[in-house]
Nanobody, 111 residues
Framework: QVQLVESGGGLVQAGESLRLSCAASGRIYTLNSMGWFRQAPGKEREMVARFTSVGNIYYADSVKGRFTISRDNAKNTVYLQMNSLKPDDTAVYYC?????WGQGTQVTVSS
């Protein structure tokens, strides 16, 4: 069993930054196959950034150059640094590892 706890969401203005954290616990052997998804109202959940099973990094085209995913293996924590935020980034952001999901953290970007 794996537990994922997100933090760091909030309300910001367009152009500002936020950093999300996802602390993993339980049967964690690697932070590969772990990343961030988001779901805006009325839209499907979409991948934002993730580490693949071999540790490569993928980003959604909409966030390339603005968001950075990183990790601290010693803390079993994955981060999402979000810069130059836009109103379209408003969503609930979820941490994911394999088939496990966190509870989500709300990010709201005002124009």
């Amino acid at each position: 069993q794996v537990q994922l706890v997100e933090s760091g969401g909030g309300l910001v203005q367009a152009g500002e930054s936020l950093r999300l954290s996802c602390a993993a616990s339980g049967r964690i052997y690697t932070l590969n196959s772990m990343g961030w998804f988001r779901q805006a109202p009325g839209k499907e959940r979409e991948m934002v950034a993730r580490f693949t099973s071999v540790g490569n990094i993928y980003y959604a085209d909409s966030v390339k150059g603005r968001f950075t995913i990183s990790r601290d293996n010693a803390k079993n924590t994955v981060y999402l640094q979000m810069n130059s935020l836009k109103p379209d980034d408003t969503a609930v952001y979820y941490c994911n590892k394999d088939s496990f999901w966190g509870q989500g953290t709300q990010v709201t970007v005002s124009s």
